[in-house]
């Protein structure tokens, strides 16, 4: 039974109900396609999924692989749904109540203007005794594909995103026979595929979405988990429909459980949900669509997307007052505007950078007369300083990594790994030792850039909580917040979200700052191919891509890395000393190409075009990436050609029924590039080659 239908844009948030076992559910629906829906039976998923400890566990041979359909849910009693009005927005709210007596809420929020919806639940403690959680969702989705009548044989698919270091971001594409969840003969099995990623690094093995896809009747859905920990999503069946559910990763994937005692109320997660007719960029771009929101109060000098200098690549780890005086001279009227101390400036005589942090004292040795004298020389060069922490962690080789009482353990041992251990941010002593060591530092010297990274992961969880779950839950909730008492005490400090490179591109993290690294793949072949994946999680505006210059490179490669750097934000790195005028020359050319596109990159729409790129070290083939302007006037493509055999001419279509014309060209000079009709025709004749154009229409 339809329940109600609320509009959202142009999407339907559709609440359906089975009038016999009162469960509710949510479909999602292109406006368009309303009237494509097609009869279909099949048992509605409960728009919540949740389980307590001592309720039944779901049967169907489920046990183990899903917690989703547990007694818990079979207990839930329907209250109702109601529509509140936000100032930005509306609000719709569903209600149940449990057999041990909580009030659980699930909350689907639109914002206006944004294509994406937000979804999560609410749970509250209503009786007079504690109760303990093993599993809560922040979205559910059911009735998968409401456009055929049966199980819709070879046109579902699902897609998701790997992610591994320096390897960010690879399509996986499966059709749903593929992994085996098809109907059985009768519904009495339980076909389900449980995938996430457990630790303090979200994007590691997977990235935190995925898309279904239907063929048929050319409609994808959406979902993206907004969540810096521990997270699953699943997808499930014992009929005709699949359902698509996720939020935190429960007991059985990720060691949770939460007890909530009399009163207590818990949140989950966000989770960001979508619908469109059309493939997986277009629900990737309304997903990613939805970050803005949290730029919408950034500091004023990320306005035009300024180009960062990280000297990480120039001197490995060894920055001095003496080299970053060299840099920061060479660098002066380049139209750079963040100069970027990174790791190694607290590292004692004797100590490696990797595994000295912690301690937080600037070197003598690197910088005798302390960071004051070298701060002001790279403000009167006209840049602003930026500075490098691994704020969560202790190095084998500092004072730190011995204060045992204040760093997290499991078992009661201090969790080591990698030569790191990591501060107990739950704890009040770790806040006030890193708000002098690091807000004092960068207030102290007027740092107005700070480069977060993290390089290692909690695991499964720690101790000083109910289950090692909801101790990594808390810890990162304390991350978070010492993110924002950064940003309460420094407001208009730029903020760069780093893990490994891309290891936290999920959008909490995200949204807490600036812009994010896209990846540590500095210097390799793979970079334009990392960077276009990115486009399908995190805007471009806040995606940092390296272009590190060599001294050998040819003007061929030179472009072939600094192309890369008009997919996201231009990170500059390398031997900057020792490039020959005519390589210059070259660098200065890409940096008035991307300070020309940059309103592109800031607000556009995305297009790939090109074979599928098997090999990411050894890539063969080509790419082409468009992105036309918010009105259409304006078009960038960015073209890189691989190793292997490339067609002769490369044709890439272009946008609408507008006419077009080549305004502006970076290349190496043996690119031969026209508009032919509705068509950019290129030839590049040599692999690893490259070519960007900004055309305008006619």
Request: with cysteine; charged share 20%; proline share 5%.
């Given at each position: 039974m339809i329940w109600k239908d609320h509009t959202f844009g142009d999407m339907i948030a559709r609440y359906v109900k089975d009038e016999h076992t009162e469960q509710v559910g949510l479909m999602l629906l292109p406006q368009t396609t309303v009237s494509q829906v097609c009869p279909k039976k099949f048992k509605i998923d409960?728009?919540?999924?949740?389980?307590?400890?001592?309720?039944?566990?779901?049967?169907?041979?489920?046990?183990?692989?899903?917690?989703?359909?547990?007694?818990?849910?079979?207990?839930?009693?329907?209250?109702?749904?109601?529509?509140?009005?936000?100032?930005?927005?509306?609000?719709?709210?569903?209600?149940?109540?449990?057999?041990?007596?909580?009030?659980?809420?699930?909350?689907?929020?639109?914002?206006?203007?944004?294509?994406?919806?937000?979804?999560?639940?609410?749970?509250?403690?209503?009786?007079?005794?504690?109760?303990?959680?093993?599993?809560?969702?922040?979205?559910?989705?059911?009735?998968?594909?409401?456009?055929?009548?049966?199980?819709?044989?070879?046109?579902?698919?699902?897609?998701?995103?790997?992610?591994?270091?320096?390897?960010?971001?690879?399509?996986?594409?499966?059709?749903?026979?593929?992994?085996?969840?098809?109907?059985?003969?009768?519904?009495?099995?339980?076909?389900?595929?449980?995938?996430?990623?457990?630790?303090?690094?979200?994007?590691?093995?997977?990235?935190?979405?995925?898309?279904?896809?239907?063929?048929?009747?050319?409609?994808?859905?959406?979902?993206?988990?907004?969540?810096?920990?521990?997270?699953?999503?699943?997808?499930?069946?014992?009929?005709?429909?699949l359902s698509m559910s996720g939020g935190l990763a429960d007991r059985e994937f990720g060691h949770w459980t939460k007890t909530l005692e009399p009163g207590e109320t818990f949140q989950t997660p966000s989770a960001y949900l979508t619908t469109v007719a059309g493939g997986v960029d277009r629900a990737a771009a309304r997903l990613t669509g939805i970050q803005a929101r949290s730029l919408l109060h950034g500091p004023a000098v990320e306005e035009d997307l300024p180009i960062i200098f990280n000297e990480y690549c120039t001197t490995w780890g060894s920055p001095t007052a003496e080299n970053l005086h060299q840099i920061a001279e060479q660098l002066k009227d380049k139209g750079i505007r963040y100069l970027v101390i990174d790791s190694g400036w607290y590292k004692k005589e004797g100590t490696n950078w990797y595994n000295s942090m912690g301690?937080?004292?600037?070197?003598?040795?690197?910088?005798?007369?302390?960071?004051?004298?070298?701060?002001?020389?790279?403000?009167?060069?006209?840049?602003?300083?930026?500075?490098?922490?691994?704020?969560?962690?202790?190095?084998?080789?500092?004072?730190?990594?011995?204060?045992?009482?204040?760093?997290?353990?499991?078992?009661?041992?201090?969790?080591?790994?990698?030569?790191?251990?990591?501060?107990?941010?739950?704890?009040?002593?770790?806040?006030?030792?890193?708000?002098?060591?690091?807000?004092?530092?960068?207030?102290?010297?007027?740092?107005?850039?700070?480069?977060?990274?993290?390089?290692?992961?909690?695991?499964?969880?720690?101790?000083?909580?109910?289950?090692?779950?909801?101790?990594?839950?808390?810890?990162?909730?304390?991350?978070?917040?010492?993110?924002?008492?950064?940003?309460?005490?420094?407001?208009?400090?730029?903020?760069?979200?780093?893990?490994?490179?891309?290891?936290?591109?999920?959008?909490?993290?995200?949204?807490?700052?600036?812009?994010?690294?896209?990846?540590?793949?500095?210097?390799?072949?793979?970079?334009?191919?990392?960077?276009a994946n990115m486009h399908r999680v995190i805007l471009p505006r806040q995606s940092q891509i390296w272009a590190v210059l060599r001294k050998n490179d040819s003007l061929q490669r030179l472009v072939y890395s600094l192309a890369s750097t008009m997919l996201g934000r231009m990170c500059l790195s390398g031997d900057i000393h020792e490039l020959n005028p005519e390589q210059w020359s070259k660098v200065d050319e890409a940096i008035s190409f991307y300070k020309l596109v940059s309103p592109i990159i800031k607000e556009g729409t995305t297009n790939r075009f090109g074979p599928r790129v098997p090999s990411y070290r050894h890539p063969r083939g080509w790419q082409g990436i468009t992105r036309t302007s918010a009105d259409g006037s304006q078009l960038m493509a960015v073209i890189h050609t691989f190793g292997g055999d490339n067609p002769e001419l490369i044709r890439l279509p272009l946008p609408g029924a507008g006419h077009y014309q080549i305004k502006q060209v970076f290349s190496d000079g043996n690119a031969d590039v026209n508009v032919e009709g509705s068509e950019l025709i290129c030839r590049l004749s040599q692999p690893f080659s490259a070519v960007c154009l900004l055309l305008t229409e006619m």
């Amino acid at each position: 039974m339809i329940w109600k239908d609320h509009t959202f844009g142009d999407m339907i948030a559709r609440y359906v109900k089975d009038e016999h076992t009162e469960q509710v559910g949510l479909m999602l629906l292109p406006q368009t396609t309303v009237s494509q829906v097609c009869p279909k039976k099949f048992k509605i998923d409960s728009l919540v999924q949740l389980k307590f400890i001592g309720d039944a566990y779901p049967g169907a041979f489920a046990h183990g692989h899903s917690m989703r359909g547990s007694g818990t849910i079979d207990g839930l009693k329907f209250g109702e749904i109601r529509e509140i009005g936000r100032d930005d927005g509306t609000t719709v709210v569903t209600e149940w109540r449990s057999s041990n007596s909580c009030r659980i809420e699930h909350h689907l929020l639109h914002y206006e203007g944004y294509h994406a919806l937000e979804s999560y639940t609410v749970i509250r403690n209503d009786s007079e005794v504690p109760v303990t959680l093993e599993m809560l969702s922040s979205f559910s989705i059911t009735g998968l594909t409401p456009f055929a009548e049966d199980d819709a044989p070879e046109t579902l698919f699902l897609h998701r995103l790997l992610s591994s270091w320096s390897a960010e971001g690879r399509l996986v594409s499966s059709a749903i026979e593929d992994l085996n969840l098809e109907p059985a003969w009768a519904p009495f099995g339980t076909r389900c595929l449980r995938f996430g990623q457990v630790g303090s690094m979200p994007v590691r093995g997977y990235f935190p979405v995925a898309f279904m896809e239907d063929t048929g009747s050319g409609v994808t859905w959406g979902v993206q988990i907004a969540h810096p920990a521990s997270w699953q999503i699943e997808v499930g069946r014992t009929d005709q429909a699949l359902s698509m559910s996720g939020g935190l990763a429960d007991r059985e994937f990720g060691h949770w459980t939460k007890t909530l005692e009399p009163g207590e109320t818990f949140q989950t997660p966000s989770a960001y949900l979508t619908t469109v007719a059309g493939g997986v960029d277009r629900a990737a771009a309304r997903l990613t669509g939805i970050q803005a929101r949290s730029l919408l109060h950034g500091p004023a000098v990320e306005e035009d997307l300024p180009i960062i200098f990280n000297e990480y690549c120039t001197t490995w780890g060894s920055p001095t007052a003496e080299n970053l005086h060299q840099i920061a001279e060479q660098l002066k009227d380049k139209g750079i505007r963040y100069l970027v101390i990174d790791s190694g400036w607290y590292k004692k005589e004797g100590t490696n950078w990797y595994n000295s942090m912690g301690d937080w004292d600037i070197s003598p040795i690197a910088f005798p007369e302390g960071f004051k004298p070298t701060v002001e020389h790279i403000r009167k060069c006209g840049m602003i300083p930026g500075i490098w922490f691994e704020i969560e962690v202790c190095g084998a080789e500092s004072t730190a990594f011995h204060w045992v009482d204040h760093l997290l353990k499991r078992d009661g041992l201090p969790i080591t790994t990698g030569g790191r251990r990591f501060w107990d941010f739950r704890d009040p002593f770790v806040f006030a030792y890193l708000k002098e060591k690091v807000i004092g530092l960068i207030k102290h010297h007027g740092f107005g850039y700070l480069k977060i990274d993290y390089n290692d992961s909690l695991g499964i969880g720690c101790d000083g909580a109910e289950s090692l779950g909801e101790g990594l839950r808390q810890q990162m909730q304390a991350v978070q917040d010492f993110f924002r008492l950064i940003k309460q005490e420094v407001p208009d400090l730029v903020i760069e979200n780093c893990a490994s490179g891309g290891h936290r591109l999920e959008p909490t993290m995200v949204g807490l700052t600036s812009m994010s690294s896209f990846s540590d793949a500095h210097e390799c072949e793979e970079i334009p191919i990392i960077a276009a994946n990115m486009h399908r999680v995190i805007l471009p505006r806040q995606s940092q891509i390296w272009a590190v210059l060599r001294k050998n490179d040819s003007l061929q490669r030179l472009v072939y890395s600094l192309a890369s750097t008009m997919l996201g934000r231009m990170c500059l790195s390398g031997d900057i000393h020792e490039l020959n005028p005519e390589q210059w020359s070259k660098v200065d050319e890409a940096i008035s190409f991307y300070k020309l596109v940059s309103p592109i990159i800031k607000e556009g729409t995305t297009n790939r075009f090109g074979p599928r790129v098997p090999s990411y070290r050894h890539p063969r083939g080509w790419q082409g990436i468009t992105r036309t302007s918010a009105d259409g006037s304006q078009l960038m493509a960015v073209i890189h050609t691989f190793g292997g055999d490339n067609p002769e001419l490369i044709r890439l279509p272009l946008p609408g029924a507008g006419h077009y014309q080549i305004k502006q060209v970076f290349s190496d000079g043996n690119a031969d590039v026209n508009v032919e009709g509705s068509e950019l025709i290129c030839r590049l004749s040599q692999p690893f080659s490259a070519v960007c154009l900004l055309l305008t229409e006619m």
